[in-house]
């Protein structure tokens, strides 16, 4: 179990490293599927692997790769609504949570997919500089829905927050990286925070996947900085579709 676990932190870690999101989109499924856990503990567990490893991925980042206001109030507004999500965890079935888990994750890899029609944005102006006045009060609902999933499912919400920088709010890859795992560290900490009350986690598992993740997320950080926003967005997006088919058929055959 040790070693599946460690094995599949250096996959998550990569991930986040290079896209800066999407490690709960594997973790979970690996957690469960993979190490054997139930949906229970993977959901806290995930939260402690992709919290740590964001938190190391971001580091070669810091100097120009983060907008560190907007990535601050997107990781403010989903704070609360992380402990809400919890709360309604508690009350759905397993498999629910699974296939609203995929669902969500094909809407992500779709929107990825699809071309962008303009440059700039709501928070990236095409001339520079930021709109605040119609940048806000997007972040902020971008924030709460992202937060409010984090505590539902267990995820860091990279796998929502890439498309949201990227699409709807109008950041360039190379800054959304950065700014998305800063997120993703306030949002899992929240999420685990708001999990405390009922907390089942196997330590050694969770040491085990999030070593190997740090260790793979810095690596990936290092070298995503050299690899173009095209086809990072890209195959994002494919991997994103190819793991929310599989956490479908599992959920439905299970």
Known sequence: MIVTA???GLIVGALLGLVGGGGSILAVPALVYGVGLPL???IPTSLVVVGASSAVAVLPRLRNGVNWRLAL???AAGTATAYLGAAVNRLLDPKILLLAFAVIMVFAGIRMLMPTTSAGGACALPGGGINWRSCLPKAIATGAVVGFLT??????GGFLIVPALTLVLGLPMALTVGTSLVI????????????????????TVAAAFAVTAMAASLVAGRIGTRIPDRALKRGFAILVLVIAAYVALQALLS
């Open 40 to 42: 229970a503990a993977a």
């Open 73 to 75: 109030i997107i990781g």
């Open 6 to 8: 460690a094995a599949f």
């Open 151 to 156: 505590g539902l499912l267990g995820v860091g």
């Open 184 to 203: 993703i560290v306030i949002n899992s900490a929240a999420g685990f925070a708001a999990h405390l009350g009922d907390l089942q986690i196997d330590w």
